[in-house]
């Protein structure tokens, strides 16, 4: 059955879903070119043959590897503000670039992120971390504004230098962070976050000891405590949050 659906005033869910009469009225209100596809089935000389229904080029969009909206991207991301996150998962998984006015629309519409669910919000960055490249999914998340909307603690280590003389870290906390979400080993999305997420306190305990360097007194500690206040606010489960807060804390 084909569907069409009314406004969405709560950038999230549409006011009402109708009936429809096309399957190109349904494929109207998908969010991206790559997901406005149908195939109709049909039998040609006794062999089955497929034709593709694809008003919105979505095929040629998957031959290029390119993640564009249906329509009026500021229109589509205005109905559901969660497509803002799931455009960068696509991109993420698919390795995918997002195209130019859904990019620039991201940007533009990212403040919208702040109404969507702490759960819905939870399992786009899951599922960002779970792909074979994360760190390019959060740095799309940084460079959008997302992530400091969505995690902002994390944004507190830009500018934070870790430069001290005889220790190996050369960058600030931010990047030190990122970097190491790019080499964590693991594949489990929680231990990926944790990793992402290990020096997060850094930024709140910073001093400096009596000649002058760099020091994080008890930033592990810190650095449980804020691990903590995001895995609940993105309503991770007691198992998850306890398993972060742990690495976070021995790490």
């Known amino acids: ?17 109708e009936w429809g009469e096309t399957i190109e009225e349904d494929l109207s209100r998908r969010d991206f070119t790559v997901n406005a596809i149908a195939a109709e089935l049909k039998t040609e000389n006794l062999k089955p ?18 993640v564009r909206t249906v329509g009026d991207p500021d229109d589509r991301f205005n109905e559901d503000a969660l497509r803002l996150l799931r455009a960068i998962r696509f991109a993420t998984q698919l390795e995918f670039e997002i195209e130019k006015d859904t990019w620039e629309a991201i940007v533009k519409n990212s403040s919208n992120i702040g109404r969507i669910s702490g759960e819905r919000v939870r399992d786009e960055i899951l599922k960002i971390l779970a792909t074979d490249h994360p760190y390019e999914g959060i740095v799309l998340l940084d460079k959008s504004s997302l992530l400091d909307l969505i995690i902002p603690e994390l944004s507190q280590g830009k500018g934070v230098s870790q ?6 870290h050369i960058s600030d906390v931010f990047t030190h962070n990122i970097e190491s979400l790019k080499h964590c080993p693991s594949r489990d999305s929680i231990v990926r976050l944790a990793t992402l997420l290990h020096d997060a306190g850094k930024p709140y305990v ?5 000649e002058g360097h760099v020091i994080f007194y008890n930033h592990e500690v810190k650095g449980a405590r804020i691990a903590y206040e995001i895995c609940d606010r993105l309503r991770l489960s007691k198992k ?5 807060v742990t690495l ?4």
């Open 1 to 17: 059955t084909f569907r069409t659906e009314s406004e969405y005033s709560d950038l999230r869910r549409p006011e009402k879903v």
């Open 49 to 66: 043959k497929t034709e593709y229904i694809d008003p919105f080029n979505g095929l040629l969009d998957i031959e290029k590897k390119v």
């Open 163 to 168: 430069v001290r003389p005889g220790r190996h």
């Open 206 to 210: 910073k001093s400096e000891d009596e």
């Open 240 to 244: 998850q949050r306890e398993k972060i």
């Open 248 to 251: 976070i804390r021995w790490h």
